[in-house]
């Protein structure tokens, strides 16, 4: 675990925390554009591929399987390997897989194949980044200023969904519903580099000889269990 930034030498605004503006960034970009998305996805499938309500379901569904299945296993990896990196990584193959949209329905080859494939691999992108975001916050603002900090994040958040979702609506009036994910694209870039520009030390926990992630997420869930602050 990173430690925290020593409370003698932090500054007491949150605002002075050159790391946590840009994390505080990355993290709305990442929300707004994710907003976009969710909106944009079925709206195309409807619109451009006649999918049916439950193709649409099914689209949903596949994007939010991934974050049941593996949070717990992100969250260790977090754990053992650079936050910042696995952020970055996350946002890159979400930017990626939807960039792959607009070009497909420019060359008429769109496909509702690939829209689920691109919902699966969004959502796993996308809890890889969280996992990662989360664990990352107490290394970048010391710990007298978590609690606020939490509240800033949940605020910023709430307002950033909302306007990722009427910006998703605007783009697909105007450039259709393809081309609107473009918007989410540069969201996951601008994510991307913000994360590239946090500096904050970090130390990685080495796994034990011999100890399997799995055993790790045990360890953790159990844990959890036992601590009576979880169970409030």
């Known amino acids: 675990?990173?430690?925290?930034?020593?409370?003698?030498?932090?500054?007491?605004?949150?605002?002075?925390?050159?790391?946590?503006?840009?994390?505080?960034?990355g993290q709305a970009a990442s929300v707004t554009g994710s907003s976009i998305s969710a909106m944009v996805i079925p709206v195309l499938a409807v619109l451009e591929l006649d999918a049916t309500a439950a193709e649409v379901a099914w689209l949903s569904f596949l994007g939010q399987l991934p974050p049941a299945l593996l949070a717990l296993h992100a969250g260790a990896l977090a754990d053992r390997h650079s936050k910042r990196k696995q952020m970055i990584i996350g946002d890159l193959i979400s930017a990626a897989a939807l960039a792959g949209v607009p070009v497909a329905a420019a060359l008429d080859k769109l496909s509702l194949a690939?829209?689920?494939?691109?919902?699966?691999?969004?959502?796993?992108?996308?809890?890889?980044?969280?996992?990662?975001?989360?664990?990352?916050?107490?290394?970048?603002?010391?710990?007298?200023?978590?609690?606020?900090s939490n509240s800033r994040i949940g605020g910023l958040f709430a307002v950033a969904a909302t306007a990722g979702s009427n910006l998703g609506a605007a783009l697909t009036a105007l450039l259709g519903p393809a081309r609107a994910l473009l918007g989410d694209v540069l969201s996951y870039l601008i994510s991307a580099w913000c994360t590239a520009r946090i500096q904050?030390?970090?130390?990685?926990?080495?796994?034990?000889?011999?100890?399997?992630?799995?055993?790790?997420?045990?360890?953790g869930l159990r844990y959890v269990h036992r601590d009576h602050r979880c169970a409030r």
């Not at 904050?200 to 100890?211: D, L, N, Q």
């Open 1 to 25: 675990m990173t430690a925290c930034p020593d409370s003698s030498t932090a500054p007491a605004s949150l605002w002075r925390h050159r790391n946590f503006r840009r994390y505080l960034t």
């Open 114 to 148: 690939q829209l689920m494939v691109v919902a699966a691999v969004q959502g796993a992108a996308g809890v890889l980044h969280d996992a990662a975001a989360l664990s990352l916050l107490p290394s970048l603002v010391d710990r007298s200023l978590i609690q606020r």
């Open 200 to 219: 904050a030390p970090e130390s990685p926990r080495a796994p034990a000889e011999g100890r399997r992630l799995h055993t790790e997420i045990g360890e």
